[in-house]
């Protein structure tokens, strides 16, 4: 079974900044898929980032980005020049790629970030 | 732009009740999804479902949970027999694709037991 893990409960930025979330997870799969997604407070979570496993190029989507580290089994999101619409709950997640898996996502605890103006 | 909808927003019942949550998926898509996320933890797949069948369940989703894609558009969660523990935000999502493929997500749905 897989396991994802945010070991950083909240996290709090000065807008302009960058800030770094973090995100391990634990598999014996070779095959898989990573995202965050973002979760604001009015609750519909949406896509925030991607990464296929067997790409050694790390995503990035404006200024989201990701340091994928496979060896390491970690997964950051890098949140460049922060704004206030960034505020939201981050969640990691896992997604095995074919055999037995239908698109089930395993997601982590979740980590609040609050953007300070 | 298309989104997922789900109603209610918030269901009330008492324990021992059947509840049924609906789910109207983006319209092009064909994989479905139920998750929930009970206060203060993970947000954990229920179910997928894929040409009117099941296609994986988790160990939550037992005998006492089922779904249905009644017609062309919703897409359902029924609970037989609510226990405390069911109490839970439910979210569906759908999906055009099954890997790598960006699941939409619903507002979800607040189920309180009583």
């Known amino acids: 079974a897989q396991t994802v893990t945010q070991s950083q409960p909240e996290m709090s930025v000065q807008e302009a900044e960058t800030v770094t979330l973090s995100c391990t997870y634990d598999t014996s799969e070779n095959n898989y898929y990573l995202f965050w997604y973002k979760q604001p407070p009015s609750r519909q979570m949406i896509l925030v980032i991607r990464q296929e496993a067997y790409k050694q190029q790390n995503a990035t989507e404006n200024r989201f980005s990701v340091n994928f580290q496979k060896a390491a089994k970690s997964f950051s999101l890098k949140i460049s020049d922060s704004q206030l619409g960034d505020t939201a709950m981050y969640f990691c997640?896992?997604?095995?790629?074919?055999?037995?898996?239908?698109?089930?996502?395993?997601f982590g605890q979740g980590t609040i970030l609050t953007v300070h103006p | 732009e298309p989104e997922v909808t789900q109603t209610p927003s918030h269901q009330v019942t008492q324990m021992g009740q059947e509840v049924i949550l609906r789910c109207v998926p983006i319209s092009n898509h064909l994989y479905f999804y139920w998750y929930r996320q009970i206060l203060g933890q993970k947000v954990e797949f229920l179910v997928s479902?894929?040409?009117?069948?099941?296609?994986?369940k988790s160990e939550i989703f037992d005998d006492q949970f089922s779904v249905e894609r009644p017609d062309g558009s919703n897409f359902t969660l029924k609970i037989r027999s609510t226990k405390l523990e069911d109490s839970a935000m439910y979210f569906c999502?759908?999906?055009?694709?099954?890997?790598?493929?960006?699941?939409?997500f619903g507002p979800g749905t607040r189920l309180t037991v009583l």
């Open positions: 997640a896992f997604m095995k790629g074919g055999g037995t898996s239908y698109g089930k996502l395993t």
């Open positions: 479902f894929y040409n009117n069948e099941i296609s994986e």
């Open positions: 999502a759908s999906s055009e694709r099954q890997f790598y493929n960006e699941q939409f």
